[in-house]
Structure formats: structure tokens, C-alpha cells
């Protein structure tokens, strides 16, 4: 096993450690040296080397020392302190520091090493994926420097923690990490302090609570973020230069963006003024031309508007507009319960300007490996998925209640229908594109998405896969849904369930949605026929399904809602040869009952 060689510090940064030539093993490498870090060059705690050393001394071969450099005295200071024992109370080892609850954060006690590392983990998994708040380089200068506020880093701790292999998280499930620099945060929190401070933090505090499932809490801090970003007048507020300019152009945007989410999973009115109040100028800027500008840059710089080669965030808020015209559509839709003409051209609009957004880009940002793997390399490769997911999603939002609305009633003209089925036809080739994006960055380095936003998305793309299972008239299609069920399932259960607790309600939200398909048995009710695909009409419960983000669905059936008419039939369809068969095996990879095991409801 080879022997590792970078110091900590440079470990932590997953950069290579360069010494100045000619030096002695104890003399700083460079980047230490020019920050003026503790240059700790010795294996990492934890690591087979530290394991060896230990059982040599326990043995009683102390003197027996490892090749290689001279290493510096560990630091001892610990992670955690206890309030009874004071700052000055030191813990045995940081694993048990780790699983102690009876302690808290103190946030100058970490090392630098960890927060270096800890601070990657955020940018690698959480900005630009959640929101859009900081320029890296600086941050990660300032982190180094100690000029970032503890509470600021606490609440990035909270978020990144579960994303450490850093020793000190050994003990402790991912998804469990973050509470106690939550609560810390949390503890030092002023709303009072009104400056992009406190909106920064709120900003994180409600990432965290969404990642955790707690919806009322998440909208507090939101809400907290937008009115304050409102109070400030942030897009106009004084700044000492560009750069700084262009982070409240950028915390603006991703609180626009948040508000559009966060008031329709609680229902409440949206609180940023709407997009076609804000100057065309006050957009943010391309993504390289920001990661490469300094804190010295004059205010009169151009800012690389001139040539868009990653318009990353711009894209985004283009996409977020669309998505508040279909989440307005869609309520419409249901309480007004649009047919007909008045809902064709409805769509119609819409997936106009869905084609548009789609042929506007420039095409360096066209959904292909090569510029995945582009962006990839230059650290964007997650913030360019999470653009085309949300354009796979927001399609599919927009076309669902075509999969459940192309059999003909008697009412509908033939064309009509020609157009539904063209609707339903989109929906499954957007799902199946969000699918295999999502492959692919698992396959691409740097651009394995891991927010739990993937999570709902994959679950809305798993129930087009569903459809597909029960009414496919061939087996290619019902082989291909059932692999990309196979695959969802193992994401989300494997690689997004041990990080995120939000992740458990969308698993709970899939199976309600099962249930609603293959709950039912009897006689048809209001018309519906065997096989009917009526699980698939948009109505209140359905809404709710595709945009909400609550966990509570499966305690909500759909048959309490006044709107829904009763899927009896859909149970015929099952049979033991056919495709609800296969639906069942696949349903079982993610805890789903089977039929049999559940009582069926009484009928309305």
C-alpha cells in the first residue's frame, strides 16, 4: 500500500502538496506556507499507516518509526466540547467526540483540515445545486484565512458534513452529521441582524431543513431569507465591487427560485416580486468568467456578459420561470377543471416556451456526454445536470395528465386526441431522459448528483415508468421501464436515502402513488373501464403528488378527495402474466406491499 504524501491540509483540498525544492522534510509546502497553515505531514489518522503505528506501540516497538517525513505532534484540540466541562475539556478520540450528544459545536476547535474538507463537500454537492450564494475561490481563501463568521461556517458544516469521510464522522450515519452544527448555528442566529449575513444563513438553514423533510421549517427560513433580501433592497444595495455585486445578483435569483418551490408545498403566496420586475441587466453573470474574477476587480469591469459559454444560473432562472406558469396552470386546471379548448391552448403556450428555452441555448449547453463531461472538468458538472433536470421535470409536470387523458369520452375530437396522446408520448421521453442523465453523471467524474431533489424527481419519472408497465402494448418498453424502476429504486435507496431523511417521504409519496394504481379492486365506478389509466388524471391529490414535497401521502388516500373518481378497475389489469405482475417484483426492491398484504377500503 502506497504510503500517502500529502500533508493534510492539501489532503483535505484533494490537491496535490508541492514543497519548495530543495526543502527538508519539516519545512511547509507551498500552499500551507503561503496561508500560513500547520503543515501536518504525516498519514492520515485513522488510516492503515496510523493503525500500524498504534499496534507497534501497544506492542511495545515504539521506537519503531515509519519511513518517510517527520511528522508534527497531532493536534489534540477537540471537534466537540461539552458545556459542563467548558472549552478547555479535551475527548479521548474525535470518533467518540462524534457520537457523544451531549456536546456542541465549537466551531474554532476544528481543524483547519476539516474545515477545508468539510467546505469541499459543500461546493462539490450542495452550492449550485440547492442555491447559489458564494464564490468558491474566495470562500475557500477566506475559510483558510479565518475571515468567514462561525455562524456562516456552522451552517455550511451542517449540510456538508454528511458528504466527510474525514475520521472524525467514522461513528456517525451521514444523514445524522449536521444536527449538532444545526443547532449551533441555530443557537447564534439574530434575525434582528439584518445583512446578507443573516440571509446567507437562513438560506442554509432552510437547504437543511429541506433536505430533512421539515417543510414548516424550511419555509420559515425562506421566508426569513426573502423578506430580509427584500428589506435591503439587495440588488441595489452599495457594494465595494464587482464580485460582491454579483453574489447579491446571485442570492437574489436563487431566492426567487427557492419561493417558487417553498410557498407551494405550504400553500402560501409567493413573497419575491415577480421575474418581469426585475431589469433585464440584473442577471447573473456567465459561470467561468465568476469562478476567475478576484475581490479587486473594479466595479466597471465587464463581467464576460459579451460571451456566454456556461450560462448556468441564467439558464436556471430562465427554466424557473416556466415552472411557476405550469405550477399556476396546473392549479387552474384542477379547480377549474379545464377541457377542451381552454386547456390545449394552455399547454400549448407552455410547451412553446419549453421549445424555446430548449433552442435558445447556445450549444455548448445542449444535453450531450461531451459537454457533461466539460463542465464537468472545470467543477460545473452538477450545476449542468441540475439544469436539464429541472427541464425534464418541469416538462413532465406539464404533460402528466396527458397519460391518464387520451381515451376518448365521446367529446373529444379525433385531433384532439391525436394531440393527447403526442402530450403523453413527451412525458415519457422527458422521464426517460431525466433517467438516463442521471445515469450518465454517475458514470462521469464530478458529476454524480446527490441533493434530495433527485430523489422527488426520480420518483415523478418513476411513476411514468409505472404507466408504462401497466398499458405498454409491447415488451421493449416494458423492459426498458422496468430497468429504470430496478436502477431509480437502487438510487435513491442507495445512494440518496443514507444522506438525506427527505428521502424517506418520497419513498413514502411512491408508494402511495402504487397504492392508488393497485389498491383497488371491484367494479368499476363512474365509468371507468379495465385497464383504465385514470390514476393518471390530474386532480387535487395528484397536484399535491407532483409538486409537493410532503410525507405524509400515504396517510391521505386518495380516495378522501371530493374530485377523484375511484380506480376499481385498475386491479383487472393486474394479472399474473402481465405487466402489474412485473410491477409488483419491481415494487418490492423499495418496501412496497404487496396487493394481498393490504386491506382494501371500503368503497365510496
Not at 310 to 322: D, F, G, T, Y
Amino acid at each position: 500500500m502506497r504510503k500517502p504524501s500529502a500533508c493534510g491540509v492539501c489532503r483535505a483540498r484533494r490537491r496535490r502538496c508541492i514543497w519548495p525544492a530543495g526543502s527538508i522534510s519539516s519545512t511547509p509546502c507551498e500552499y500551507c506556507a503561503l496561508y500560513g497553515l500547520q503543515c501536518v505531514q504525516k498519514p492520515p489518522d485513522g488510516g492503515w499507516y496510523h493503525r500500524r503505528q498504534l499496534r507497534l506501540q501497544v506492542s511495545g516497538t515504539a521506537d519503531a518509526q515509519l519511513p518517510g517525513r517527520t511528522s508534527q505532534p497531532r493536534d489534540e484540540t477537540p471537534l466537540l466540547r461539552s458545556p459542563s466541562e467548558g472549552a478547555a475539556s479535551a475527548l479521548e478520540t474525535p470518533q467518540a467526540a462524534v457520537v457523544d450528544h451531549n456536546v456542541i459545536v465549537d466551531v474554532n476547535s476544528v481543524p483547519m483540515a476539516l474545515r477545508l474538507d468539510l467546505v469541499g463537500c459543500y461546493f462539490d454537492y450542495i452550492h449550485d445545486q440547492f442555491h447559489s450564494l458564494f464564490h468558491r475561490p474566495t470562500f475557500e481563501e477566506d475559510v483558510a484565512k479565518n475571515r468567514i463568521p462561525a455562524i456562516l461556517l456552522l451552517a455550511v458544516f451542517a449540510l456538508s458534513a454528511r458528504f466527510s469521510n474525514h475520521d472524525h464522522f467514522a461513528d456517525v450515519a451521514p444523514r445524522d452529521r449536521g444536527e449538532r452544527f444545526r443547532v449551533a448555528c441555530e443557537a447564534q442566529l439574530r434575525v434582528r441582524h439584518v445583512s446578507i449575513l443573516t440571509v446567507q444563513v437562513c438560506v442554509l438553514l432552510g437547504a437543511y431543513s429541506a433536505g430533512h423533510g421539515e417543510i414548516e421549517a424550511e419555509n420559515v427560513y425562506y421566508t426569513l431569507a426573502g423578506r430580509m433580501a427584500c428589506t435591503m433592497n439587495l440588488l441595489d444595495r452599495p457594494v465595494s465591487s464587482l464580485l460582491e455585486r454579483e453574489m447579491n445578483i446571485r442570492a437574489w435569483w436563487s431566492l426567487c427560485m427557492i419561493d417558487v418551490w417553498s410557498s407551494t408545498a405550504v400553500k402560501l403566496p409567493r413573497i419575491m416580486p415577480p421575474a418581469a420586475h426585475i431589469p433585464a441587466a440584473v442577471h447573473p453573470m456567465d459561470e467561468l468568467p465568476f469562478l476567475e474574477m478576484g475581490t479587486n476587480d473594479p466595479m466597471s469591469a465587464s463581467g464576460g456578459s459579451a460571451l456566454l459559454e456556461s450560462p448556468l444560473l441564467a439558464e436556471m432562472i430562465k427554466l424557473n420561470r416556466v415552472l411557476a406558469n405550469i405550477i399556476d396552470f396546473n392549479k387552474t386546471c384542477v379547480a377549474a377543471r379545464l377541457a377542451g379548448p381552454a386547456l390545449d391552448s394552455g399547454v400549448q403556450k407552455l410547451s412553446l416556451e419549453l421549445e424555446h428555452w430548449l433552442v435558445s441555448l447556445p450549444p455548448s449547453m445542449s444535453d450531450t456526454p461531451e459537454n457533461l463531461a466539460w463542465f464537468a472538468a472545470r467543477g460545473l458538472g452538477r450545476m449542468f445536470a441540475a439544469v436539464y433536470l429541472g427541464y425534464y421535470y418541469f416538462s413532465q409536470l406539464l404533460y402528466f395528465q396527458f397519460l391518464g387523458g387520451t381515451v376518448d369520452d365521446g367529446n373529444s375530437s379525433k385531433g384532439r386526441l391525436s394531440v393527447h396522446v403526442v402530450y403523453a408520448e413527451r412525458c415519457k421521453t422527458h422521464a426517460a431522459r431525466l433517467c438516463d442523465l442521471i445515469y450518465r453523471c454517475a458514470d462521469t467524474p464530478g458529476a454524480d448528483v446527490r441533493y434530495p431533489m433527485v430523489a422527488h424527481v426520480l420518483v415523478i419519472a418513476s411513476t411514468v415508468q409505472i404507466h408504462t408497465l401497466l398499458f405498454a402494448a409491447s415488451e421493449q418498453p416494458i423492459r426498458e421501464a422496468r430497468a429504470r424502476l430496478e436502477r431509480n429504486f437502487q438510487i435513491i435507496l442507495l445512494d440518496l436515502k443514507p444522506f438525506w431523511p427527505a428521502v424517506d417521504g418520497a419513498m413514502s409519496r411512491l408508494r402511495a402513488f402504487h397504492q392508488t394504481c393497485l389498491g383497488r379492486s371491484g367494479d368499476g365506478v363512474g365509468g371507468s373501464s379495465p385497464g383504465s389509466s385514470s390514476a393518471f388524471v390530474l386532480d387535487q391529490w395528484l397536484l399535491r403528488f407532483l409538486v409537493e414535497f410532503s410525507d405524509h401521502m400515504e396517510d391521505e388516500p386518495r380516495e378522501m378527495d371530493p374530485n377523484y373518481e375511484a380506480l376499481w378497475s385498475l386491479s383487472k389489469a393486474v394479472r399474473k402474466d402481465g405487466p402489474g405482475a412485473v410491477l409488483c417484483q419491481v415494487a418490492e426492491a423499495s418496501g412496497m406491499p404487496r396487493q394481498e398484504e393490504r386491506t382494501k377500503p371500503d368503497k365510496i
